[in-house]
């Protein structure tokens, strides 16, 4: 492990189960303590036009700032709507609600945090960096997979690597999971965040930092998986349960670790600006060797919903790039102790990363 010892901090409250979205209200009101509370909703904007958004009930000056997730969340975003608030009030929310996929959910942690601390994003990305505690922050996922709902990291791309902002103040005081809310999702983007969570789990179970604690929450997360992907159909049932194995996923790595396709998939992203979730699908899948038996599970579930991967992305792609993938990837050393362990640097060299990023 990383910590000597470390006092985990959880989420305060949470809600699970159909409907408990309609709930919102009367939770957020109970946290309003004058007339001029507000809240501010970060709603990924692909909703803008959809019915959800007219299920929030806005009060007083609360008010909503609509995400674009076409990038991965980006230190500069969250600087720039941090400042937004800040400028556009006299005082600061009375808490930030996030209710999208997992790149609204790092953008509201991050955000929440950043309104009570000074400078950039960018130079708390890092562990126990930032200063002051956020103010409270509640998030709704509107997808299953990520477990950015219950994580201490906010994962964000800054000018000079994409890495976490890892603390207890990020970790969310209030969550609901209402699979209700993930009806709809295009059937690829539901897989590639559901593969998210298998991920989470076959690494957090697969190196030197795991334990009976984190591996009670990622055998359970690993079931769930392929119950949902290779049993079930897509739908309301099906999804409800892909809810918790994100939740139990997400708390696996509290107290494990991710491995090699998340310091793959960070290299990816970091450079080719490929999402988070189907970079780690694309990693994944060329990583026999780690993985074994997982990887062999994964494709048996890419085979029956039909997801056809991306291939060569990075064919004929400049030496310089794949150099700095590799840099990239080779620079996340907990990642790499975790999976290899501490002598990992004798079995894993800059070269062999690069031949990996050639098989994508």
Known sequence: MIYDFRNFKSVDNFAFGKG???????ILDKKRKSSDDYMVYLIDKVFENNPLAKRISLKSSDYIIWIDTTDEPKTKEVDRIRDEIIAKNRKLPAGIIGIGGGSVIDYSKAISMMVTNEGSSAQYQ???????????????????GTGAEVSMT?????????????????????????????????LDQRFYTGMDCYIHAVESVSGTWKNHFSDAFAEKSLEMCRKVFLEMEPGLEADELLMVASYMGGLSLTYSQVGVCHA??????YVLGTHHGIAG????????DYYGEHVADFRKMMEKNQIHLPTDICKNLPEEKLDKMAQTAINLEHMWDHALG???KQKITKEQIK?????M
């Open 355 to 359: 031949d990996l990023f050639r098989r």
């Open 264 to 269: 793959l998939g960070y290299g990816l992203s």
């Open 281 to 288: 699908c694309i990693a994944f899948n060329q990583l026999e």
């Open 20 to 26: 408990c979205f309609n709930h919102l209200e009367e």
């Open 126 to 144: 890092g562990l126990d960096l930032i200063k002051n505690p956020g103010i409270y922050n509640v998030c709704i996922p509107t997808l299953a």
């Open 342 to 344: 501490k002598q990992w």
């Open 154 to 186: 906010a994962v964000l791309t800054g000018p000079e690597k994409k890495l976490g902002i890892k603390c207890d103040y990020t970790v969310p005081n209030q969550i609901l999971l209402d699979p209700e809310l993930t009806q709809g999702a295009p």
